[in-house]
């Protein structure tokens, strides 16, 4: 359970305080009132008090932002989406606005009850699948099944209604994918008629990021920094992808998320049918290599 210093009192209570030890460490200001049978600790997360004093529950990417730095350091989310996302039970209609930018949000399917100030991470993505374009969703939905120990019947018994759409969306997630910059590129690239191989095998123990046709694709993602076993991994595998002739595109997270129209120029011109004919008819010598 992630803390964000925001309870409801029926939890301190479960957890054994007296309702004595609650009253006295509200007079000492060691908790304050949020809304009706909510408290709040010092250093508790403004975004949670916030929405738990609207009457809601930090939901959706707000949540997940919270969840990935709170132990999930693993879940990629997306750039954007700065307005706090807050999640009501149906009931709940009026009441106090959060502070700065928001914006209600809701699951599909029958609205759940809010038992804690932070939605846990199924329940933030069934209120993602409504707000996130669909690629960013996938591509943090693919980091969880990557880092955490949810899979997606996990997410699913929780999640709250999992309609046919969230279903399609399920199925262009892959639990293989190592970065938010593969998943984005992987599912774009499959969405302009690609056949993408995900993690494919290079030889040895060697895997890539992505292939299509004979080209690998490489994703760096922006939080890696490259450690020194990784930039010799990296020569490594470029090695062996030459004794194999597959050829190596390496793309960042910045071209993939904000110049993606070039990378996708680039793929199409070294993958068109033609151009390895071309290139073969051009240079006899290279029918004479054997082939591996
Ligand atoms: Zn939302």
């Known amino acids: 359970m992630s803390d964000c210093g925001v309870y409801p009192l029926s939890e301190l209570l479960a957890n054994g305080w007296s309702r004595a030890e609650v009253a006295e460490a509200r007079r000492a200001g060691r908790l304050s009132s949020v809304a009706h049978g909510w408290v709040s600790a010092e250093g508790a997360d403004d975004r949670a008090v916030s929405a738990v004093a609207a009457g809601g529950a930090l939901s959706c990417i707000s949540a997940l932002r919270f969840h990935r730095t709170h132990g999930s350091e693993g879940i990629w989310v997306p750039p954007g989406y700065q307005e706090t996302h807050v999640r009501r039970p149906k009931h709940r209609k009026s009441g106090a606005r959060p502070t700065g930018p928001f914006r209600w949000c809701q699951g599909y399917g029958r609205p759940l009850p809010v038992v804690s100030a932070v939605d846990s991470i199924p329940i933030a993505l069934g ?10 969703w996938v591509a943090t939905v693919d980091s969880i099944l990557n880092q955490t120990q949810l899979t997606i ?3 699913q018994a929780d999640m709250g209604g999992v309609t046919k759409a969230v279903m399609e969306l399920f199925g262009r997630c892959d639990a293989r994918s190592q970065s938010g910059t593969e998943s984005i590129a992987r599912v774009r690239l499959v969405a302009t ?3 993408v191989a995900v993690q494919p ?3 040895g123990h060697e895997r890539a990021d992505l292939r299509v046709g004979s080209l690998l694709i490489e994703c ?3 939080q890696y920094h490259s450690s020194a076993e ?3 991994n990296d020569r490594r595998r470029d090695r062996m992808t030459l004794i194999d002739r597959w050829m190596t595109m390496r793309v960042t997270y910045d071209d993939v998320l904000y110049d993606w129209e070039s990378v996708l120029e680039d793929i199409r011109a070294v993958t068109r049918p033609d151009r390895h004919r071309i290139r073969r008819e051009e240079d006899p010598r290279r029918r004479e ?3 591996p």
């Open 193 to 195: 008629g690609f056949k």
């Open 127 to 136: 209120c993602a699948a409504r707000c996130l374009e669909p690629e960013d």
């Open 289 to 291: 290599i054997p082939s």
């Open 153 to 155: 019947p996990d997410i």
């Open 230 to 232: 990784a930039f010799r």
């Open 220 to 222: 760096d993602g922006r």
């Open 201 to 203: 095998s290079i030889g």
